[in-house]
């Protein structure tokens, strides 16, 4: 499947109407997209340029856009709350997913988070993708391969307990873990013997006591470097003149994102220095 240049058969492309309304249709040879405001010939979409305006059988115009994975996820069946795109992007930054590296995620839920982790390590990496509910194991399997066309080579989606994963089932250690579940505080020993030296650890969790938790076990583990714990807001604006403004409505919280990296075997971590009272 193709993410850039002139449509194809196969290809999801977006159509917007005026009143900004979208459709999400695959071309098909042949095949029509039937609206109340006409009809498109899919054969008339196919070679042409993506920002393409086409007009339908009534003379209304709708703007040509490939779906674009923002897109994708939060318009896709979900059964578990997905994680949204902003947060998305702070673990593929913060958490460094590097091309290649061997990724382990869990739960897998709806499959959002799989599918960021699985485009930034590309092919020569790796992400195992655990999920302990076997329908929600199929919804992340559908909407990654909805998405990429087919299943990833380089992605493991499987139905099991993180509990009770080990280097074996995943050939060695991984780089970087990622959990978004309900209890992460119960998987931290897992975590450090499934993590690298090194390795980068993030969670994702929408509580302050959840937070709490996982921060103090982490800390009692005296494996890992101090935690640090973020949440990332972002708020669109509105630009127009005069009316220039931020606009009303923002999603204000999603979850706390929980950062910390793996010391290596029998190192004892550096105590945190505070500044004195005065
Ligand atoms: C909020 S959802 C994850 C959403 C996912 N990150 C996404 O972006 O689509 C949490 C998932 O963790 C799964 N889960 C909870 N405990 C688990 C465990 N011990 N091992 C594997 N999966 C677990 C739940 O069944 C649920 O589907």
Redesign the pocket.
């Known amino acids: 499947m193709a993410y850039s240049g002139p449509f194809h058969y196969g290809d999801r492309v977006q159509l917007t109407d005026a009143k900004r309304r979208h459709y999400t249709i695959v071309l098909e040879e042949g095949g029509q997209f039937h609206s109340h405001k006409g009809i498109i010939n899919h054969d008339d979409i196919e070679g042409m340029d993506e920002g393409s305006v086409i007009k339908s059988t009534m003379g209304s115009d709708f703007l040509l856009f490939r779906h674009l994975m923002v897109d994708h996820v939060l318009s896709m069946p979900r ?5 949204y795109p902003k947060d998305s992007a702070q673990i593929l930054v913060e958490g460094d997913i590097f091309m290649g590296a061997r990724v382990l995620e ?8 799989s599918m960021s982790l699985l485009r930034a390590v590309g092919p020569e990496g790796h992400v195992f993708s ?4 076997e329908d ?1 194991l199929v919804y992340a399997e559908d909407n990654v391969k909805e998405y990429f066309g087919k299943t990833p080579e380089w992605w493991s989606p499987r139905l099991g ?3 009770d994963v080990t280097q074996e089932d995943l050939g060695g250690p991984v780089d970087r873990v990622i959990l ?3 209890e992460p505080w119960e ?1 931290l020993e897992t975590v450090r013997d499934l993590l690298i030296p090194g390795g980068v650890f993030m969670t994702y969790v929408a509580t302050v006591p959840q937070l709490m938790k996982v921060m103090e076990g982490i800390r009692e583990l005296k494996c890992f470097t101090e935690p640090k714990a973020w949440e990332s807001l972002v708020r669109e604006w509105k630009v127009e003149g005069l009316a220039t403004r931020p606009e009303h409505r923002m999603n204000a919280h999603t979850a706390f994102l929980i950062w910390t990296r793996r010391l290596a075997d029998g190192v004892t971590p550096p105590r945190p220095q505070r500044r004195a009272r005065k």
């Open positions: 059964g578990a709350a997905v994680i869990a739960g897998a839920g709806s499959g959002a988070l655990y999920e302990i509910r929600h307990d993180l509990g978004d579940m309900l998987h």
